[in-house]
């Protein structure tokens, strides 16, 4: 059918099943945004800024495994969007990002709105594109749904030139791709497994590492059931939270710089540690030489370059988790003795009923973790959580009883304020019958605030709960800890007025500054359905414990602080 | 760890920006490059880049696994038997001894190319450390201009 490259656009989203794009109009995409205001069959969402597009795009496919579709403009539309691409990067995201580009004619010309797209986003993509024809345009649609979401996933840019875009030609969507160069192995190597099988039936005190993979394969059951089959204690990173379930006895906590003690002495004291689908990042061994002395390692990746990236590998097996696990667990079934790591189980025990994730709850002034835990207990399993980036994400990341892969999302790589306010915009459109929970702070939400009048305008209710201290409070901690308090730009005591501002914009503000009103104020938002901002003053000064300094050994954790 | 010299034969799509592909990763990771060169591969649509590059055994690993995850990269080739050759042209002025300059370039499998009014140009072919050889015992011919060529290898 012969059809312009801006049409071909859409019905490559449509045959690829996408339901719904997050954009942003202007000129070198317009064409293709005509194409989309004359179909019906994909929503478009319209948010107020690139950036959120993407990350919109980004919880959308992290709530629901697909992969998560943005739109933007040349020039400062793609520059707004690079933040979101590369937190969608770092965690393995599967997007397909659409950018307009000036037309081929004026490219190279320093053209209004011209930006070398593909030159800005290499590093940050897992594959990108610069459409040089029509005839190559379908090929490479297929192609970036493809590479996005096979192998280690990631996101793809595919930047079409204006001119493309109008020029009309016949479209037949491939069916297959052939990319010669591009053949990720799923398949895990049966010899590497039955080696790895062994050591951990010899080992005494072996330790499931559980990262972000496990999410991304949708493997969290096999790991459910491997560590039950064998008994082995699992550890989450801040990207595999919910993996094994809160209620899992096997479940030692999350590791890491501000992971439970349990967790952090059972990765420093195990004789073999089994990776899975995580990749040894610092904020999780910390310094190095230190980290796990006495384990052997086995690293199942689907990425080889993580393999020994980092830490020593004895067993490197790549391939997708639910391949490997698989073959383990049939492997495993007949010969595993889980009495064999009974007293280790029991050492883990005892360091968690030893130093137990704990807070001083108050009376006088709301505490972070108490609402945290408080939501857990009205709305649990229920809903799906994002949060922004800072004290307040490591506090749910310990504190909020995850249920399930998918349960949890936020940017653990990147790191990026201002990410969970338009992530759960996303997820929300992606599990609609889920209620969306989006944990922020007063630093944070006002990095994308602007999306309130995104989720007023569609009727996306998203609930966002500001632990306001008054603080950038990450940052705050360390001057406390480590530049003796010297609060430089970190002190936000000016503040807009969240609750206006909230309304403003067409939403719902609730102040609450008690437990009471806590409550009072959650039941409304759940009864309301409607976007709102809910500002929750706590505790100042309160910090994230335990917490490893940064560069320090994994067992020397600081587990309180006394003010001097 | 001990740092070594490794000469990688990348062979990838012969396509736009996948240079920048290859030479943006090693700057991006800070990798090493000692010398780049690249071509495309005869009745194909494929590149063959040649990257010499330092680093200890963690580092070169890493670095072939990068390069080989570049989607565009379809093989990536750790030398280690091999023959390896580095061209360099060199001018020099015409008011030189040209029967001895001839004698050195002969020495390692070069000679002169071109000689005008007032220069002649040598180009050798040799081994990067006998090209390094080759160099400082030219100096004495007062060299004008010296183009190295960079490394291509070939496994045996």
Known sequence: MKMSGAQMVCEALIAEGVTTVFGYPGGAIMNVYDAIYKQSKFEHILTRHEQAAVHAADGYARATGKVGVAMVTSGPGFTNAVTGIATAFTDSIPLVVISGQVPLSLIGTD???EIDAVGISRPCTKHNYLVGSLEELPRIMKEAFYIASSGRPGPVLVDIPKDITAEMGEFVYPKEVHIPTYKPSYKGNDRQIKKAVEAILNAKKPLLYLGGGVVLSNAGKLVRELAALAQIPAVETLMARGVMGYENPLLIGMLGMHGSYASNMAMSETDLIVSLGARFDDRVTGKLSEFAKYADVIHVDIDPANIGKLVDVDYPIVGSITDVLEKMI????????????????????????LHPLKYDDSDEVLKPQWVIQRVGELIGKDAVITSDVGQHQMWVAQFYPFDRPRQWINSGGLGTMGFGFPAAIGAKRGVPEKIVVNFTGDGSILMNMQELVTAAEYKIPVINIILNNHFLGMVRQ????????????????????????????????????????FDEALKDALKQNKVCFMNVAINRFENVLPMVPAGGALYNMLLEHKDK | MQEVRRVISVIAMNESSVLARVSGLFAGRGYNIESLTVAPIPKSNLSRFTIVTKGNAKVIEQITKQLNKLISTLKVIEHEEMVEKEMVLIKFSANESLADIKALCSAYNGGIVNAGENSVIVMIADESKRIEYFLSAAQRYNPIEIVRGGVVAIER
Do not use: M
């Open chain 1, 111 to 113: 053209g209004f709105q």
């Open chain 1, 330 to 353: 049939s492997l495993l079934k007949h010969s595993v003795k889980p009495d064999r790591y009974q007293a280790w189980r029991e050492i883990l025990a005892r360091y968690n009923e």
């Open chain 1, 478 to 517: 360390w001057q406390t800890f480590f530049y003796d308090k010297r609060y430089s730009e970190t002190d936000l005591s000016f503040q807009p007025n969240f609750k206006a501002l909230a309304e403003a914009c067409g939403g719902i503000g609730y102040d609450v500054t008690t437990k009471k009103e």
